[in-house]
């Protein structure tokens, strides 16, 4: 397979072997993703999955297909294509929610200018988080080589899912009534729909996005620390470091609420070295002082770590 080769079709544009290096260079992605059922390897015509649904009834399959829309834009912008795929994952998966299944297998499909393998790659490690995020088996896909068609340089990017749904648990909205009760899930932040007009509102070209806002920066993290405190499971340990070192001291305008976290149990610790670089250690105001082992330490040893 890796001796087909064609300098004519390489001449037109379409490199083989950039393309047998992509598949390469994925499957380490891939096989993250494999899950009971999965019976084939990717490089192949079709993905092979054999479900085992001898415990359900009468078993629905619910399939579901979608890209990621103008998102990819911020992609191209950020130079960032580690994180799309998860987005065109979940804008799969989640229409197979809709209709009350549990998604499966997915396959993806990359069109770009060119085949860079690495960059593949990249994209096609996102859609493997996307899938183990999903509980999914990432079980083929398609990276189609366009030149002329678009810039070497621009990708898009679809899926295509599958899942199942006993019959008698089809979401369907048919039996909706007065009285029923609506369910909110919290977003974990702007997804694909829409946003074409998220782009047009905060107008995301490469230079608003390469300029930081000091003052937004600090109402954002202020607004960050307050939440911190309403919620019903607080963090373990809260560490400052850098720049950050200031937010612990006094004159600080989230001091108030840190001390409410410290109150409620939650460790709060300041990298010393980074107080005596800025001269502020006479000046904190909450929690205790440490070092950068136990601030490296505790990252490295705690369950889940948040970078506001």
Known sequence: MNNSFSESYKAAGVDVTAGYKSVELMKKHVARTKIDGVISG????????????????????????????????????????????????????????CAGGETLFFLDYIACGKNYPEKIATIVSGVAEGCKQSDAALVGGETAEHPGLMPEDEYDLAGFAVGVVERKDLITGENIKPGDVLVGIASSGVHSNGFSLVRKVFDMTKESLDTYYDELGKTLLKAFVFA????????????????????NCEGSAMLEDLKALEAQGVEILTCGTCLNFYGLTEQLAVGGVTNMYVIAEKMLTAGNVVKP
């Open 228 to 247: 911190l405190t309403q919620q019903v499971k607080l963090p373990k340990t809260i560490l400052f470091y850098n720049g950050g070192a200031a937010l």
């Open 42 to 97: 990717i490089g192949g015509f079709g993905g092979l999955f054999a479900p085992d649904f001898k415990d359900m009834e009468e078993p629905v399959l619910v399939s579901g297909t979608d890209g990621v829309g103008t998102k990819i834009k911020l992609a191209f912008l950020l130079d960032k294509h580690d994180t799309i795929g998860i987005d065109c994952v979940a804008m799969c998966v989640n229409d197979v929610a």
